[in-house]
């Protein structure tokens, strides 16, 4: 706790391995944070391999046997399950994040060419983002009669980011349920979609949340822009 802020890690387990090159393994825990506007809190889960290769080693783990086992090197990855995010009392979002860092996939260019592009990635599944007058759900989950505002909920987003001449360029697709909430005499609902492609490649990709046993998230894209 420093002054009114707060961050706060509990429940928490980890099972790493030390080589000469680095730290390979898991954390996974509960995280509560506030900071200024911002109130979070969620189940994290944190894959990293900073070794110089790959890893399989087993370790004991308060009487159980834990493989860790990384094919890769240079593996960050982290996942937010029961992700509740509070942004200054006007953004709510909740459900199950996931953040990738640096790696490589296969993408054709303009013409074509196959090429190695490095990539980071974001996934989202199960969404409910509320922009407005809220919290959009009471404590028993049913809608807040005194809401209003704009409600996107089962949302599922699938981000890839890459860098290219020195900019960040995205991919994205993103498709969700959006309403309005507490307006009277207006009744908006329908599925929302949004594609956005900007990476100059044609994009064909699945991302999806560590652990969670939902469907991956395609992010393809047939022209390249």
């Known amino acids: 706790l420093i002054g009114t802020e707060k961050a706060e890690f509990t429940d928490g387990q980890g099972a790493f391995v030390l080589k000469d090159s680095g730290v390979a393994g898991y954390l996974s825990g509960l995280v509560d944070i506030k900071v ?3 109130d979070a809190g969620g189940r994290v889960g944190l894959s990293i391999n900073g070794t110089a290769g790959a890893v399989s080693e087993s370790i004991t783990l308060n ?5 860790i086992e990384f094919q890769t090197k240079d593996v960050f990855e982290v996942s937010v399950s029961d992700l509740s995010l509070n942004i200054g009392d006007f953004v709510w979002i909740s459900g199950d994040v996931s953040f990738s860092s640096q790696y490589s996939i296969d993408a054709l260019d ?3 060419q196959s090429q190695s592009v490095s990539v980071s990635s974001f996934a989202g599944n199960g969404l409910e983002i509320f922009w407005g007058q ?3 759900r009471l404590e028993d989950g049913t809608i807040n ?3 209003t505002g704009a409600l996107l909920s089962d949302a599922n987003v699938g981000l890839i980011k ?4 020195g900019e960040d360029k995205y991919a994205l ?5 959006i309403s309005i909430v507490g307006v009277n005499g207006l009744t908006v609902q329908g599925t929302a979609s949004v594609k956005f492609n900007n990476t100059g490649y044609k994009i064909n990709e699945e991302v999806s949340v560590t652990g969670s046993n939902k ?3 395609t992010v393809k894209f047939e022209d390249a822009i």
Do not use: E, F, Q, Y
Request: aromatic share 0%; charged share 15%; no cysteine.
């Open 36 to 38: 200024g506007p911002v």
């Open 63 to 67: 009487g159980n046997d834990v493989n």
């Open 110 to 112: 303009a013409n074509d």
């Open 134 to 136: 809220g919290p959009a």
């Open 145 to 147: 009669p005194l809401a």
């Open 162 to 165: 890459l860098s290219k001449d």
């Open 173 to 177: 697709n993103a498709t969700g349920t």
């Open 215 to 217: 469907d991956p998230i």
